[in-house]
């Protein structure tokens, strides 16, 4: 009896909770079933821009349509050469018909299909556009997102390709004679040091373990050495005695580094554990975990390295939009999503998605100081060109070195306005140079549209 019990407790739940997941798994046979019962359904923005589409011809032949091409290759997906994108992750939605059951009757009886429902996202079309032609022909990826609910208002990832022709072009793609990588989500998959922008996690750390952080200073000479490091401050630059906003403002290495050495290890791990490390960043999508290794083991030389954001610490930069939001959300990590509501052909609504949040991670009073430390970076620091925006902006510059010879990966993190984030970004351009010079300008890109000049 209690074997039988639990059998059918089994598939009550099954058929409740899993079974949808079960049939979106892209092995799953019966998709190919509902394909020829149903037409394959719009994706569609936020703002109504379709941005996916099957058209049928007059000898009913199906053929899925990106109108925009290579904007949305990555986060909306393709359906040849294995689902990608939001394609996979709601392929069992999008061949669903929630039809008017006596048209559905109708459709049958004549031979013909239903419309599958729309998947109605949480993307601003204007705003992807945006995001893409402000990378332009550089490698490298932007995220944005509401902080408030976690909703992925943008996400473009370079180099791309044209999900019409991918057929055409997989060899190539496949192959990558160049090492392009364009098949790769760079937003959720592409793992990078973070760079300076770590110095966010760094300060917040120190903070906590030291209530009197106020009183914090530092003399900066260009360079010191921790545990037989050198760590140099960028182009040697010396920023003289300087507290921790200052030292967040201007990005003093030699500050962090000087800060890291000292911190509490595994309370530090903790707490970049907390922000999302070495998990999953949530979310239906595919994403690469972003890695902290630092332990309590760890030698000097690492934990000063770790500190500013070098060393073995990698990150995606979904997940460091995920950081800023969490600051310009009082502290609380949300789920990031891409999907806002299933509806049928007829705009009835099928299932709506909302905001969850994952977990508390640091107080509302804490988020409003590190947010007036990341507004000095604007308003007196290396993020300078956004002070002439109408609106405060807080935010944090990276320049992240990956090779021997000193290349560097542009970073910019941050959120406006200030005072009532309306919405946070993440943008990173590969062997670039300076996050001031070459992450800023397209961040400021995505405010201008967003919210206005």
């Known amino acids: 009896m209690l074997v039988f019990l639990a059998m059918i407790g089994y598939l009550v739940r099954f058929m409740v909770q899993d079974s949808s997941e079960v049939i979106n798994n892209p092995a799953n046979k019966r998709q190919e079933l509902l394909a020829k019962r149903v037409v394959r359904g719009d994706i569609v923005s936020s703002d109504g821009k379709v941005l996916a589409t099957t058209e049928t011809d007059k000898n009913g032949k199906e053929t899925r349509v990106y109108p925009y ?16 994108g939001i394609e996979r992750e709601q392929s069992f939605p999008l061949l669903t018909s929630h039809v008017n059951p006596f048209k559905q009757l109708s459709n049958q009886l004549q031979g013909q299909k239903n419309q599958g429902d729309k998947v109605i996202t949480t993307l601003d079309a204007r705003l992807q556009q945006i995001a893409y032609e402000a990378l332009g022909n550089q490698k490298g990826a932007v995220v944005a997102i509401e902080p408030s609910t976690g909703k992925i208002l943008a996400m473009v990832s370079k180099p791309d390709y044209d999900p019409n022709t991918v057929q055409q072009q997989w060899d190539t793609l496949v192959e990558d004679p160049e090492g392009n990588s364009a098949l790769l989500n760079r937003a959720t998959q592409g793992l990078y040091p973070p760079g300076s922008t770590f110095k966010i996690l760094t300060a917040l750390e120190y903070m906590r373990e030291n209530p009197s952080y106020s009183k914090y200073q530092y003399n900066c000479q260009g360079s010191d ?31 962090f580094a000087h800060i890291g050495v000292g911190l509490n290890r595994t309370s530090y791990r903790k707490l970049c554990e907390s922000f999302g490390f070495n998990q999953s960043a949530g979310g239906s999508f595919a994403s690469s975990k972003s890695q902290f290794v630092l332990n309590k083991k760890s030698d000097v030389a690492e934990a000063a390295q770790t500190a500013i954001g070098q060393g073995k610490t990698t990150i995606t930069p979904l997940q460091n939009a995920l950081i800023s939001a969490t600051i310009a959300n009082d502290g609380n990590l949300m789920t990031p999503y891409l999907v806002d509501r299933i509806e049928s052909v007829d705009g009835n609504i099928v299932k709506k998605y909302k905001p969850e949040v994952r977990r508390k991670v640091i107080s509302k009073k804490r988020s409003n100081q590190i947010t007036g430390m ?50 946070a970004v993440s943008v990173i351009v590969e062997g670039a140079g300076t996050g001031s010079q070459y992450a800023v300008p397209i961040a400021s890109k995505l405010f201008e549209e967003y919210l206005g000049n």
Do not use: Q
């Not at 140099?232 to 403002?249: F, Q």
């Open 69 to 84: 091409k290579n904007e949305f290759c990555h986060v909306v997906g393709r359906v040849w050469n294995s689902k990608t």
């Open 225 to 255: 050495n921790f545990g037989g490091n050198v760590i140099r401050c960028y182009n040697g630059e010396r920023h003289g005695i300087v507290d921790l906003k200052s030292s967040l403002a201007h990005s003093c290495n030699g500050s």
């Open 374 to 423: 990341m507004r000095s970076v604007v308003s007196d620091g290396t993020a300078g060109s956004l002070k002439n925006l109408s609106y405060p902006v807080a935010g944090k510059t990276g320049t992240a070195e990956f090779d021997a010879r000193g290349t560097s990966h542009a970073w910019f993190v941050g959120f406006a306005p200030a005072a009532a984030p309306g919405i």
